[in-house]
């Protein structure tokens, strides 16, 4: 074999292993820059303000960032493979099972609040979770994002009950207390069943709050209240619609049964005796369901007509529309 030959075999060989050499740089370069690209991710999703986590098909965490880590108490090495029975009570376990599994059989997206709720506190979640997918389009699991609303929630709860209930009793006010009505009237005519309604006023209150003073007026309304509270089923439901005037919804309760009760609550308002408080009576109306009736504002006008019935023949007294 010629020395040139020789050369020529040398050079390609060289040329080959540079080559190599190049591809196998090539390759470790854009393995490096895709582990610098993932840890950036990484840094970047840990410095999120929110709980950021990876399930694979199985539910099982495969990923999840510093936040997520911190509040499981675990590495991400543990977390791998775990569930969320490891970091969560039963009731909570099941609710986040079975939203995993509507995105994954979906394959869409899903928000819910969830509640955490334990004997230490209660905390409230919002969480996004949507299905992930891998380069192939093949579906490999769900990520999900969590974020603490519990100031939220609260605030939200407040402003809620605020606008639904009277500030002086706790009762419904006749904002939330019409809603009810309006609701059960469609329930019951659909059903066929019977529903009631009785509209209470203090009499002479006008005198109490001139003689005594509105303070000894309000404890005045906070009493009938308390009274009529006693009285009521769990099931009905009992409102301050006016300055000294409340309403009493009586799901499944016919006129008779209606009447009864009215006669037992006008009977306590009239015995209780308080030295802090002036003697006081009552009077109510009573309505109930007819089969003619369009709306719920026909059954409140009966009741309504019926208590000033109740009040044009000497008060203390329950009258039937």
Do not use: W
């Not at 939330?176 to 002479?204: G, K, N, V």
Request: aromatic fraction near 10%; charge should be negative; glycine fraction near 4%.
């Amino acid at each position: 074999m010629s020395l040139e030959i020789v050369g020529l075999l040398i050079f390609i060989l060289l040329l080959a292993i540079a080559l190599l050499l190049f591809v196998n740089l090539n390759r470790y370069r854009q393995q490096q820059t895709k582990k610098m690209m993932l840890d950036t991710y990484e840094l970047i999703l840990d410095q999120v303000d929110a709980y950021i986590y990876l399930k694979d098909t199985q539910c099982k965490y495969v990923y999840a960032n510093q936040l997520t880590l911190d509040y499981f108490g675990v590495t991400l090495e543990k977390l791998k493979g775990t569930s969320d029975s490891d970091y969560f009570p039963a009731n909570v376990v099941d609710i986040l099972h079975v939203n995993d599994t509507k995105v994954l059989n979906s394959q869409s997206k899903l928000s819910d609040d969830i509640i955490v709720d334990t004997p230490a506190s209660l905390i409230v979640y919002h969480e996004v979770k949507q299905p992930l997918y891998n380069h192939k389009g093949t579906l490999i699991g769900l990520i999900g994002i969590s974020t603490d609303i519990t100031a939220a929630y609260h605030l939200r709860s407040k402003l809620e009950r605020l606008a639904n209930t009277d500030p002086l009793t706790g009762l419904f006010n006749r904002r939330s207390f019409t809603s009810f009505c309006e609701h059960e009237f469609f329930r019951a005519t659909r059903y066929f069943q019977p529903f009631s309604l009785m509209i209470i006023d203090i009499d002479l209150f006008k005198k109490v709050n001139d003689t005594y003073g509105h303070l000894v007026g309000d404890e005045v309304i906070k009493r009938v209240a308390n009274i009529c509270n006693e009285h009521v089923r769990e099931a009905d439901v009992l409102a301050r619609i006016g300055g000294e005037e409340f309403a009493i919804l009586l799901p499944d309760t016919d006129i008779d049964s209606a009447y009864v009760l009215a006669e037992r609550l006008r009977e306590a308002q009239q015995q209780y005796e308080e030295q802090k408080t002036p003697s006081i009576t009552i009077s109510i109306g009573v309505a109930t369901l007819r089969s003619q009736d369009k709306a719920f504002l026909e059954i409140f006008k009966r009741a309504d007509k019926a208590l000033y019935s109740s009040k044009n023949v000497g008060r203390n007294s329950v009258n039937v529309a």
